[in-house]
């Protein structure tokens, strides 16, 4: 019998639970981490299910099996490393299956070129052309040393926001 292994897949845009139905439809073992959400209509608010990692999701599969489960409507590739299909282990799958069972406030967080130490000028809001130092990172608060206000702000902003400032003399 040929090794199973979690590899994951690269889906189009918002194709994730519908790529995880087709695979399901072709008995290739697969797995969309799903988050429940609130989302404000006009009128009115409903729960959803939403994916936890977008355009990505895992599968259980063999090398046939990933061969199939790329020519699947919605597939787009699979991730590689060192030009093989990525291996993920059993323990991180399981727990990510634990994570989404058993929080609710989940959210991912592009990783950003934003580290400890940096000195950054936000670019949007209130804080808006404001530099500082990073002092903290946890997901999207950043606590930052903000220059000329001798203060430290907690300040929950996409790191989208945030651009490395050059480093000025005075």
Not at 78 to 87: F, L, M, T
């Amino acid at each position: 019998m040929t090794n199973r292994n979690w590899m994951v897949l690269y889906t189009r845009s918002r194709w994730e639970k519908k790529v995880d139905k087709l695979l399901s439809d072709q008995n290739i073992a697969s797995f969309c981490p799903l988050v429940k959400t609130n989302r404000q209509w006009v009128d009115r608010v409903k729960l959803v299910e939403l994916p936890l990692f977008n355009s990505y999701l895992f599968v259980n599969a063999t090398p046939t099996e990933l061969n199939k489960a790329i020519q699947t409507n919605g597939v787009l590739t699979y991730i590689s490393h060192c030009g093989k299909p990525a291996v993920i282990k059993d323990v991180e799958i399981e727990r990510i299956r634990e994570i989404v069972n058993n929080y609710t406030n989940i959210e991912t967080v592009p990783w950003n070129d934003i580290n400890i130490g940096d000195n950054v000028e936000v670019k949007d809001g209130l804080l808006a052309n404001h530099r500082g130092e990073i002092q903290q990172i946890h997901g999207r608060s950043v606590l930052m040393v903000i220059e000329n206000m001798n203060c430290a702000l907690t300040v929950k902003i996409d790191q989208k926001n945030l651009t490395r400032s050059a480093v000025t003399t005075a």
